[in-house]
């Protein structure tokens, strides 16, 4: 006669446990962007088309061949700092898919911040007035690399709303 040990049953089950525990985790760390865990989770950019845009819900004027309709949009971005989560509001004109001005305004929480989205507020014309839409991702404007993060948040979010 053969034997045969049986496993108990209880080593079963925890094994069995336990190998749903690994791929519940893994599926936890697939896909997504990879956040700093000492930084604050940073919301996602907010917009409003303003009202010198805005007609009825919808924009005013239109880009007869381009991708984006003419008009003002607004957006918030929000960024990561060590000390705290900082947003900009950005203002695009747009006209034939080109930004034809551009203004950002701040809200700084920490002092840090404030002097850094100075700098960047001071130069982000020369960086994106004149230049088609889908071609601007600032990276560091006037030593100020992570207030650009929350440009870019806020660009994208216009970029959707002046979808044509």
Do not use: H, W
Not at 95 to 113: F, K, L, N, R, Y
Not at 138 to 158: C, E
């Amino acid at each position: 006669m053969i034997r045969t040990t049986a496993v108990p049953r209880p080593v079963r089950i925890g094994t069995a446990l336990l190998g749903v525990a690994g791929i519940v985790t893994l599926a936890g760390c697939s896909g997504g962007t990879t956040t700093d865990a000492a930084a604050p989770a940073a919301p996602a950019a907010t917009s409003a088309p303003s009202s010198s845009a805005t007609t009825g819900g919808s924009t005013t004027g239109s880009s007869a061949s381009g991708t984006y309709k003419d008009g003002t949009y607004e957006a918030t971005g929000q960024y990561a700092t060590p000390e705290s989560v900082e947003t900009v509001d950005v203002t695009l004109t747009l006209a034939g898919d080109t930004i034809t001005d551009v203004t950002v305004t701040g809200d700084p929480q920490a002092a840090e911040s404030k002097q850094y989205q100075s700098k960047f507020i001071g130069g982000i014309k020369s960086e994106v007035v004149g230049k088609k839409l889908d071609e601007i991702s600032v990276s560091k404007v006037a030593g100020s690399s992570l207030t650009s993060g929350g440009f870019n948040k806020a660009v994208d979010t216009i970029k959707t709303e002046a979808k044509a």
